[in-house]
């Protein structure tokens, strides 16, 4: 599955968080680039890691 929306995220069982712009409620990351859609799929955004645009 590359360069689909499954590329975007991780479990909270992968070391690599990295660059992450936010932890969604179900415990996955997203590294989305704008925070509108952000973890729509995963129960909202539980936590912003970094600053991103609207």
């Given at each position: ?8 995220w ?16 179900d ?10 859609g ?6 909202g ?7 991103l645009?609207?």
């Open positions: 599955m590359s360069g689909g929306a499954a590329d975007r991780t479990t909270l069982l992968t070391p690599t968080t990295a660059g992450a712009s936010a932890k969604c409620n415990g996955t990351y997203s590294y989305s680039r704008h925070r509108r952000t973890c729509s799929h995963h129960h955004v539980a936590v912003w890691l970094r600053s645009p609207a």
